[in-house]
């Protein structure tokens, strides 16, 4: 079994009738699938998409219609790829072509530039304090690689964390000597200020930096990115956040949390497309910051020095302006808020399954549009597979330490069905748990 859960069969997929399965849902809901010679239908304009008055159940089966999801699928894993809608999917291919006509303009500046623009109030920076990346981890090492460490220094992070943040600072344990402190998070934790208490107290005179995500990828825990970033300033401790899934997922303000540096990915709840990501760096500590490439800090620069990368995606980076605009017109608080209202359907249904242990808190503010969750001892591949196979929900297997489960993804391109479907389809299986307890050849 890979980590992304069991291999899908699009071919053996496509050749069942799904619509039957799930009771004849139109196929013109779920975005049409392009037959041979037909050109795929067009994305709205954005103005056709800005919700205008109650945002209900109708606006977003349009909004669900600028996707290009399979028939019938309920696609519930953007968590580590969300499908790209027609709007981003239509720039990627325009910019291709131009540049496969006129490659004399291939980096296109001034249109990064744009995109930087509309990314920073996105996210509650200046333009000056962001950079565009291919990715969470490329943030991540922007930052850990780019303060000057003595031996004997400490960084301190807690062990739900994902290698693309842990990774830079093993690096800089065996390169630089420094050292790693590393705290036990309950999973799920009592409250927000039980989580900064530990952090707190693990805090000691060498501690540099905090380095925490701030939705954790195993669990979906939540952590209070202001309260945290609050006390380590009290210690002069910086605080750099993993925020893979937040950027798209929440409602972001950077300045008003207070942290000195995030990196979030394009891919993945922004729908942006692969090779895509964010990395903001504080003003205040850029000149503590040097770059991967390139030269040292140097007065006047600003965060796209840390951009010195060569070449680039530029049809990836030009569509994550348009994944801006299309989640900018439906507007943020709306999106965070239908991503809580799927993620509390889902656990409060699981909560009622016998056999069902639940990972990730109930509590709005430990908790956002991650859920991990196990049943009965059954191998985490049976399930995702089992779930696949007999109900068309799509979700990974994820795990830890001792923190290992099926991990479902809840955003607004999801609908109430979807969910449901997917507690039916964990109904089933825990109550005919014997069938799925065989790991397959």
Same mark, same amino acid.
Not at 166 to 171: A, E, N, T
């Given at each position: ?184 998070? %309950? ?17 000691? %005179? ?14 979906? +825990?939540?952590? %209070? ?65 040097? %770059? ?25 980076? +030009? ?6 605009? +299309? ?38 503010? +430990? ?75």
């Amino acid at each position: 079994m890979s980590s992304q859960g069991s291999r899908l069969s699009r071919r053996r997929f496509l050749g069942t009738s799904v619509a039957a399965a799930i009771g004849g849902v139109s196929s013109g809901l779920f975005g049409a699938r392009a037959e041979a010679g037909q050109r795929p239908t067009p994305a709205l304009p954005l103005a056709e998409l800005h919700p205008s008055g109650m945002v209900d159940e109708a606006y977003w089966w349009k909004v669900r219609s600028q996707f290009n999801i399979v028939d019938g699928l309920a696609f519930m894993n953007n968590g580590t790829q969300g499908p790209m809608p027609r709007v981003v999917l239509e720039k990627n291919e325009r910019i291709l072509r131009e540049i496969a006509e006129d490659p004399s303009d291939n980096y296109r500046r001034d249109d990064i530039n744009d995109v930087r623009a509309k990314v920073a109030p996105f996210v509650g920076a200046d333009p000056e304090e962001i950079a565009l990346t291919r990715s969470t981890s490329e943030g991540m090492n922007i930052f850990a690689h780019g303060l000057d460490w003595r031996e004997g220094d400490e960084a301190l992070m807690n062990s739900h964390e994902h290698g693309g943040g842990r990774g830079p600072y093993l690096s800089l344990m065996e390169r630089r000597g420094i050292n790693i402190n590393v705290i036990d998070i %309950p999973a799920p934790p009592e409250s927000q200020e039980q989580i900064v208490d530990l952090y707190e107290q693990a805090i000691t %005179p060498r501690t540099r930096a905090i380095m925490v995500s701030h939705i954790t990828y195993v669990t979906g +825990l939540m952590t %209070p990115i202001k309260l945290l970033s609050e006390m380590a300033h009290r210690h002069g401790v910086l605080v750099s956040v993993d925020g893979a899934h937040p950027l798209g997922m929440l409602d972001l303000d950077f300045h008003a949390m207070g942290c000195d540096h995030y990196s979030g990915a394009g891919q993945k709840w922004l729908l942006a497309g692969g090779g895509t990501g964010v990395c903001y760096v504080k003003r205040d500590v850029q000149d503590q910051v040097w %770059p991967l490439m390139g030269g040292p800090p140097r007065e006047g620069a600003t965060a796209n020095r840390y951009e010195s990368v060569g070449q680039r995606n530029v049809p990836s980076l +030009l569509g994550m302006g348009d994944a801006v605009d +299309l989640q900018d017109t439906i507007g943020k608080r709306n999106i965070e808020e239908r991503d809580r209202q799927l993620s509390s359907r889902l656990r409060a249904g699981l909560q009622e399954i016998p056999g069902v242990h639940l990972w990730t808190s109930t509590d709005r503010g +430990l908790s956002a549009g991650l859920t991990l969750f196990s049943v009965h001892d059954i191998p985490m591949g049976n399930v995702v597979r089992a779930l696949f196979d007999e109900f068309r929900v799509h979700i990974r297997t994820m795990g830890t330490g001792n923190l290992n489960g099926v991990r479902a993804s809840t955003h607004f391109y999801n609908m109430p069905h979807e969910v449901d479907r997917l507690l039916e389809g964990v109904r089933h299986i825990a109550a005919n748990s014997g069938n799925y307890m065989t790991t397959a050849a």
